[in-house]
């Protein structure tokens, strides 16, 4: 009986997990339009600290309306999926203005269907924030990135400060009402719960947003 009840709490888990990505897909869809203008809150110079090291086979996971794209370097092989398709398709319009191998797919980053070791490079601008499950995330990019591969991530979390972080904790519900973001989420912890091991950690924005360089 109790491994019945075991996997009933299992299957009834994994409906909410499809349900809560279902749902963010239908509002990301929804903001696609103008989603742009939120970008706008991260400075070019900022993602491009972040990508200019990227190299060889490129997975970006959360590519969203592609604004990172023109960003990269030129001899990268990008891959790119979003779980949103009205992102994804404005990904594409701008994905051919560039002289730059991409490849743009709609996947969910807690289930990435590419095998082991398939990427020198995944990159992930302020994506675990809105991923149901970021953990779980984190290790298909573990997995599918090449042992001495490099992890780039930018990530917004919760402040260390006590009374913004509190204010992050209060505002956090209407901010995924409208957005799908979570602002106070500790993607660095998450990170070494997942097994990538950090090789830089770098503060932007203060201490709210961090630069993480890892490997698998």
Known sequence: MLALGQYLILLEVNDMERSG????????????????????????????????????????VGVGTGINLPLYPPDCAVTGIDISPGMLARARKRAQALDLSVELAEGDVQNLEYADQSFDTVVATCVFCTVPDPIMGLKEVRRVCKTGGKILLLEHVRSENRILGALMDLVNPVVVWALGDNINRRTVDAVEEAGIHITELEDAMGSIMKIITAQP
Do not use: F, N, P, W
């Open 21 to 60: 990505t279902e749902a963010l897909k239908r509002k990301y869809d929804r903001v696609a339009r103008y989603y742009d203008l939120v970008d706008l809150m991260i400075s070019k110079r900022l993602r491009q600290r972040v990508i200019h090291s990227a190299e060889g086979q490129v997975l970006e």
